[in-house]
């Protein structure tokens, strides 16, 4: 019998001839079709089975090299497991590193939105010294604006196309109007004064020292892009259209088309009520050429698809009507001069009121939006104005404004119009071969207009009412009925004429009051005089819109 030989470590001796790597035929039973790899094992430890796939062996075996990387593939073999601490641990320091990322993340995202937030605020504090006068860091103060005798604080508002490229007299101030506004009664008056109101210069402008209003501002230097010039040139426009309707106007604003464009914008577009005396409503076919009249290559179909109903771009019937900043530009520009048109029937003065309405409905439209009620809306409109708009307002006066817009409910913003007036105050013709606006009274005559203005923006309610006051002497004594029609007048009254009483026995004073109304007036004279206000017929006839009739008679006897 053959001595078998004794197995190392484990191992059964190689055959003579053999390489690492080849099988061994344990048993008659293992044929090379029922192959086992074996794994290699430590000393002492149990033979187990490598897994299929990651220990194979060809025919001709296996190098060190093929052993090495196929035990590399062979996840942690012989290593211990990870106590629960130790994972325990190793969960914590992932947390915490992902804590950290969070962390500073987060970080970042505040340095650069406080680093945003700093730059959009100072493109806006930047945009007010452009627009406010003054420190910018004084808009974080709250002045009250200043005012007049009245209580009033008078703004001039002047509207120039001076952004429009190649637009014919692009300094004119086209649009002219006064907002009155009352800080503590919380109501405003707006008023426009005609471009064509033939005025003196009171020195040498291109259109020589006379000649229509609208050229005064670009006169004294303004619209030409330079700041403090076009500041200069509004406060000496406030002066001078101040002197003429007889208002103190405090402040100034220079507005153009891209202010106009970006307020509307900014709100949304607006809505406002057209109010014409022609039933169709207004229309204005002066700006049609946006619909694309006039282009051969436009066809009339492309046209009425542009500008519908009938293909013209200002073209709105009696009613609401809604506008995009383009149409509101354009409407505050019509007057009906190009044909066909309708609803322009008094040109510039229809074109006024229509600019009244745009500038309400900018105000109603951002109230109703928020905007006035949001700092970073405020702050991005102010940006965007920069470089367009001017004023004579300081920025410590600007919260104050903003204030007043949202408190100034829009029932108590009137209307004042000098061409509506009874009788009207202006009125067009010819002076010098020139179509022009001149008042009632005479070329150069502005007393009527002042003394209307004064009424209407007066802090007297008896001087608002304007009642007509007719004061008779029945005393008996010469130049009594006249020396207390001044004493009224000088209280406010509107002493119409003074004439003698018929013969008989009056009252020290009596008062007689003609219709109804005239609340303020009749509460004034009742406490003035400490009588009852008579509603029966006075003693002589007056002549027609007479509201009261005082009568002076003879004094009480002191014995």
Same mark, same amino acid.
């Given at each position: @019998? &053959?001595?078998?030989? !004794? ?35 430590? #000393? ?9 796939? %990651? ?24 290593? !211990? ?22 962390? /500073? ?14 730059? +959009? ?10 627009? +406010? ?31 429009? !490229? ?9 649009? @002219? ?20 109101? /033939? %005025? ?34 509004? #406060? ?88 995009? *900043? ?26 006024? &009121? ?11 439209? *951002? ?25 004579? +307002? ?43 606006? &001149?008042?009632? #009274? ?23 009412? *304007? ?25 406010? +009254? ?23 109304? @005239?609340? #303020? ?12 206000? &008579? ?25």
């Amino acid at each position: @019998m &053959k001595k078998q030989q !004794p197995s190392i470590d484990g191992f059964i001796p190689r055959r003579t001839g053999s390489q690492l790597g080849d099988r061994h035929n344990l048993s008659p039973l293992t044929s090379k079709n029922n192959r086992e790899s074996v794994g290699l094992q430590s #000393a002492g430890q149990q033979t187990e089975r490598v897994l299929p796939g %990651v220990l194979t062996a060809s025919d001709e075996g296996l190098s060190r090299k093929d052993i090495s990387e196929t035990l590399g593939r062979i996840p942690s073999i012989g290593e !211990p497991k990870p106590s629960r601490r130790q994972r325990r641990d190793d969960r914590r320091a992932k947390r915490s590193k992902v804590g950290k990322i969070v962390k /500073w993340t987060v970080i970042i995202i505040l340095i650069a939105g406080v680093l945003l937030g700093g730059w +959009f605020g100072y493109k806006t504090l930047k945009a007010s010294g452009n627009i +406010f006068k003054g420190n910018i860091l004084d808009v974080f103060q709250n002045v009250p604006l200043k005012q007049d005798s009245n209580g009033r604080t008078n703004i001039l508002i002047l509207g120039t196309s001076d952004d429009d !490229p190649g637009h014919q007299g692009a300094n004119l101030t086209d649009s @002219m109007m006064i907002l009155s506004v009352d800080q503590n009664k919380k109501n405003a008056y707006m008023m426009s004064i005609p471009r064509d109101l /033939w %005025v003196k210069y009171g020195k040498a402008c291109d259109a020589g020292y006379e000649g229509k209003i609208n050229v005064y501002y670009s006169c004294m230097g303004g619209g030409n892009g330079n700041v403090d010039t076009d500041r200069t040139a509004l #406060a000496k426009t406030d002066t001078f259209i101040g002197g003429i309707v007889g208002l103190d106007v405090q402040y100034g604003v220079n507005v153009n088309y891209t202010v106009m464009r970006d307020l509307v914008n900014a709100v949304g577009g607006i809505t406002v009520t057209i109010e014409s005396r022609n039933p169709l409503g207004q229309m204005d076919s002066n700006f049609d050429w946006k619909c694309g009249v006039g282009d051969r290559k436009v066809t009339h179909a492309e046209v009425l698809r542009r500008c519908p109903p009938n293909g013209h771009y200002i073209d709105y019937p009696n009613g609401p009507a809604q506008l995009d *900043a383009e149409h509101a530009l354009y409407l505050a520009q019509a007057r009906g001069d190009a044909a066909p048109t309708y609803g322009f029937e008094q040109s510039n003065f229809d074109r006024e &009121k229509n600019q009244q309405k745009i500038i309400k409905a900018i105000r109603e439209k *951002a109230l109703t939006a928020g905007i006035l009620t949001n700092a970073s809306k405020v702050g991005g409109i102010i940006d965007s104005l920069g470089n367009n708009l001017r004023t004579t +307002f300081e920025a410590k006066e600007v919260r104050t404004l903003i204030s007043l817009a949202q408190s100034i409910k829009d029932n108590d913003i009137q209307s004042i119009s000098l061409i509506d007036a009874q009788p009207a105050l202006v009125t067009t013709g010819d002076y010098g071969g020139v179509s022009v606006v &001149k008042p009632s #009274a005479g070329i150069f005559v502005y007393n009527q207009i002042q003394a209307y203005l004064q009424q209407k923006l007066s802090s007297n309610p008896v001087v608002r009412e *304007a009642a007509v006051v007719t004061v008779l002497n029945g005393s008996g004594v010469s130049g009594a009925g006249q020396a207390e029609a001044d004493t009224l007048t000088k209280d406010g +009254f509107t002493v119409d004429s003074v004439a003698t009483a018929p013969d008989g026995t009056y009252d020290p004073i009596e008062v007689y009051q003609i219709g109804t109304g @005239m609340s #303020a007036t009749k509460a004034k004279l009742t406490s003035l005089y400490g009588i009852t206000v &008579k509603t029966t017929k006075p003693p002589v006839a007056v002549s027609s819109g007479t509201n009261f009739v005082v009568v002076v008679g003879k004094p009480q006897s002191t014995n």
